[in-house]
């Protein structure tokens, strides 16, 4: 159950953040400024083959709860209505390691509808792949506008 708690405490903190002033100042060293900085549009209509939208890179130096290596790709709905995101993984070490994602579907006033988690995606050494993550519940009433990578981690094992 620890992810549970993990992902609980991490959708507080993405909960927290935006422009009510619950986010952490630019600043910030300790992490908390690089939630959100990951996040691309979701498409307005749902598509197979969303077009590709830039993000935000994280900021120079990243963040210990994304690491340098993911980034965000391309975000839309699957045929079921469940949001998904494309994170891209540069895998920088020379040996297979473990990454665990956790990515919030937001609406436009930055709330979350609903978050999807991968748990020990490996990526080859020194090659790039592309994770898909998928929501846990269904948007059918597409409110989620954004897409957001609030958690990358990366191991050198499987759990």
């Known amino acids: 159950m620890t992810t549970s708690v993990v ?42 083959e969303p077009t590709e939208e830039p993000t935000t890179p994280p900021p120079t130096g990243g963040s210990s709860l994304v690491t340098s290596d993911a980034k965000m790709g391309t975000c839309g709905w699957g045929s079921d209505g469940k949001p998904y995101a494309n994170i891209k993984i540069s895998n920088s070490s020379s040996t297979t390691a473990y990454y ?27 090659s790039d792949k592309t994770i898909k993550v998928i929501a846990l519940e269904a948007d059918s009433a597409k409110k989620a506008k954004k897409c957001r990578l609030s958690l990358g981690t990366k191991s ?3 759990d």
């Open 7 to 48: 992902v609980a405490a991490t959708l507080a903190l993405t909960a927290g953040c935006g422009s009510d002033g619950g986010g952490s100042p630019a600043g910030d060293t300790k992490g908390g400024a690089a939630i959100g900085k990951g996040m691309a549009q979701l498409p307005v209509e749902p598509t197979e």
């Open 100 to 126: 665990t994602l956790l990515v919030g579907f937001v609406d436009d006033a930055g709330k979350v509808v609903t978050t999807g988690s991968k748990s020990d995606a490996a990526v080859s050494g020194d």
């Open 156 to 158: 050198d094992s499987a």
